[in-house]
Nanobody, 124 residues
């Protein structure tokens, strides 16, 4: 069973950047597809991005394409989310998740393990 811990959240002005990290332990990191989700107050959890085991396959929600980049370093057991050109509507708790599925799932129920989340706040 893998444990996930996110870091890198914070308060940033609109147009700024943040890089989120998600460190994994207790499992074989390279055997998991990894995803990032976010949940804003009063809203449902939303898929943001996912990356295959090799890092060669990637998917994003349309609203972050061209601004966010997901990547992973299997040697460091870490997945990243580089967020540029941040907007106030990106404000949310961001969580990473791991799945044993063989495709890139966008539904939260398809992920087996979750981190606690890190708060990202974008001020206007």
């Amino acid at each position: 069973q893998v444990q996930l811990v996110e870091s890198g959240g914070g308060l940033v002005q609109a147009g700024g950047s943040l890089r989120l990290s998600c460190s994994a332990s207790g499992g074989t990191f390279s055997s998991y597809i990894m995803g990032w989700f976010r949940q804003a107050p009063g809203k449902e959890r939303e898929f943001v991005a996912a990356i295959t085991r090799s890092g060669l396959g990637i998917d994003y929600i349309d609203s972050v394409k061209g601004r966010f980049t997901i990547s992973r370093d299997n040697a460091k057991n870490t997945v990243y989310l580089q967020m540029n050109s941040l907007k106030p509507e990106d404000t949310a708790v961001y969580s990473c998740a791991a799945t044993v599925k063989n495709v890139l799932p966008i539904d939260a129920y398809e992920y087996n393990y979750w981190g606690q989340g890190t708060q990202v706040t974008v001020s206007s």
